[in-house]
């Protein structure tokens, strides 16, 4: 039976940062909202702010191998080039303005005397960029040559895997940053963002799976390149469950202190989840006539 599996793993790069980087950018905008509420401390705002580092080194790791797609660094001019008139290219030039003005921003936090209204100016607009930069990512692969891509699942899929991933790696990184209010309600109401989002998206992706017979081409359907995705659905439903449970066992109701181990493995399941589903995205790569 033919399969999309080479397909995919050529795709490597673009699997890891389509499953890094949105749900990075969305832990980084969760962790904001602490330090622009009014009732932190300056010492518990900056301890926030370095701790913003875990979200954009999780969406910078996503961009780096990402631009090992493009085979010569040189190749990134006619990337740029394209701004406006192809998805990829808008997708790309969000990325990069959502990662300098964050990195910026995180690096003027070790300045000795930094100024605080410029500091929340400064965050709300890196916050911006990445909400407009994931619904970049959203609309990336909205190519009318690709049948099995230009669907209403694919930028839904992805936005939802970044709701579902998000919190709960904001959950490990404000953990990790000491912030108290997230071993209760806040930990909480990110845990249920996060159920949510996946529970929707596995009904989307079930919903996309009975889709994939009726896509096809003069070679062959969707579904023939994607043959184990009905497994592929059920693993990023059970991963995404292990690593939600590991946070709101000890959340919801509170019983123990949230480890920082359990929240990181929280997270690293459920982005495993969602690297189960870009892997099966990429694998049924179709376009129009006789390719694959």
């Known amino acids: 039976m033919i399969s999309g599996f080479d397909t995919a793993l050529g795709e490597i790069t673009l699997v890891l940062f389509t499953t890094l980087a949105p749900s ?14 009014r009732g932190a401390s300056v010492a518990l705002r900056q301890r926030l702010n370095v701790f913003l580092g875990l979200p954009l080194v999780v969406a910078m790791v996503g961009l780096v191998a990402s631009a090992t797609h493009l085979g010569n660094p040189a190749n990134a001019l006619y990337v740029f080039l394209g701004v406006g008139r192809s998805p990829l290219s808008t997708e790309v030039f969000c990325a990069v303005v959502f990662l300098a003005l964050a990195g910026l921003y995180w690096l003027y936090n070790f300045v000795e005397h930094p100024k605080p209204q410029l ?52 959950i490990a990184g404000l953990r990790a940053a000491g912030y108290e209010p997230v071993e209760g309600r806040m930990g909480r109401v990110l ?46 439903g059970v991963l995404g469950m292990a690593g939600i449970g590991l946070d709101a066992v000890e959340l919801w109701p509170r019983r123990v202190r949230l480890s920082v ?32």
Do not use: K
């Open 119 to 170: 500091q929340r100016a400064w965050l709300v607009l890196a916050m911006l960029a990445g909400a407009v930069f994931v619904a970049a990512v959203g609309c990336a692969y909205a190519a009318d040559t690709i049948v099995s891509w230009h669907t209403v699942y694919v930028p839904l899929n992805l936005m939802l895997n970044a709701l579902v991933g998000g919190p709960i790696l904001a």
């Open 191 to 236: 845990t249920m963002v996060a159920a949510a989002a996946l529970a929707v998206n596995v009904v989307t992706f079930g919903v996309q799976g009975a889709d994939l017979a009726s896509i096809e081409n003069s070679y062959l359907t969707a579904a023939e390149l994607v043959p184990s995705y009905g497994l592929m659905v059920c693993a990023f």
């Open 261 to 292: 181990g359990r929240a990181a493995g929280a997270a690293v399941l459920v982005l495993a989840g969602i690297f189960v589903m870009r892997f099966a995205f990429y694998m049924m790569h179709m376009t129009v006539g006789l390719g694959v």
């Open 24 to 37: 990075g950018v969305v832990a980084f905008i969760c962790m904001g909202l602490p330090v622009l509420g």
